[in-house]
Structure formats: C-alpha cells, structure tokens
C-alpha cells in the first residue's frame, strides 16, 4: 500500500489478523531498507502529533490508521491472515 503524504487512515481488505506492518521506504529516495511499525491499541494513537515517518499503527475494524501521518509518500505492506471459512 502507499501511503499519502499528510493521509493516515486507510482501508484494509477483508482480513482475520494482521501479522506485520512494514515500511519499505520513501517512494522517491528509498532513504529507509525497512522498519517494522508497532501495532498499538486504538487509544493510544495520537492523532495530534505532527507529520513524520510512521511509527506505530492501529487497525480497527477495516482501518488502518498511523501517527505520525507520513511526510512524504512511503511504501509500506501490511501481513495479514486473510478471513477463514470455518467448515
């Protein structure tokens, strides 16, 4: 997924648990080889922070949300166990 700049809710695909959440790095300068971005409890994002790399995230329901919101556009992917059919 990438992420916009000043953009820090987005909409995740049907999935049972996310596993990772990766930044890959900045699109136009790749500065970053990969950072692993902490999976926080909703309450704790704090949405008043300024813009900067992402450093923690929070999934909600079908939203993914990051704080800081990104600076510069970034590349991050997101490891998730897709829903299971129970039989």
Do not use: W
């Not at 994002?45 to 600076?71: L, N």
């Amino acid at each position: 997924m990438k992420l916009r700049k000043g953009k820090a809710k987005y909409r995740l695909p049907a999935y049972s648990k996310v596993l990772e959440v990766r930044l890959e790095g900045n699109q136009r300068h790749n500065q970053l080889c990969a950072l692993i971005i902490q999976i926080v409890n909703p309450t704790a994002i704090d949405v008043y922070r300024d813009v900067g790399i992402p450093t923690v995230c929070a999934v909600y329901k079908d939203t993914i949300e990051f704080s800081p919101p990104p600076d510069n556009p970034y590349l991050v992917t997101v490891r998730y166990l897709p829903p299971v059919m129970e039989c």
